[in-house]
Nanobody, 127 residues
């Protein structure tokens, strides 16, 4: 599966932004996917995940973004979105979408759990 992430940009603290992850080659709803981010000088950090539709499609989020970020999926467009509200300076990072070939019970928060990655899109939040 090929993933194309987009939607990043420069915003002010408190603003909103929606990232998109468009897939080709596979039906995205059949796979569990996650969003990760990586800030300069830091390790890649899990942001949230959406289970595959066959497992209920539930979403889970890191504590740092819970209540502000929302993952959704549009099956007609074979795409997943990350709606980011009330952005903070510390949300500044390159954001990646990722898809797992193998579904696992429980949270999938490790980068190693995922097989396919988008190219990343830069989100910069000015304070």
């Amino acid at each position: 599966v090929q993933l194309q992430a987009s939607g990043g940009g420069l915003v002010q603290a408190g603003d909103s932004l929606r990232l998109s992850c468009a897939a080709s080659g596979r039906t995205l709803s059949r796979y569990t996917m996650s969003w990760f981010r990586q800030a300069p000088g830091k390790e890649r950090e899990w942001v949230g995940m959406m289970r595959r539709a066959g497992s209920g499609g539930a979403t889970f989020y890191a504590e740092s973004v819970k209540g502000r970020f929302t993952i959704s999926r549009d099956n007609t467009k074979n795409a997943v979105y990350l709606q980011m509200n009330s952005l903070k300076f510390e949300d500044t990072a390159v954001y990646y979408c990722a898809v797992a070939e193998r579904h696992q019970v429980g949270l999938m928060t490790r980068a190693d759990d995922f097989d396919y990655w988008g190219q990343g899109t830069q989100v910069t939040v000015s304070s």
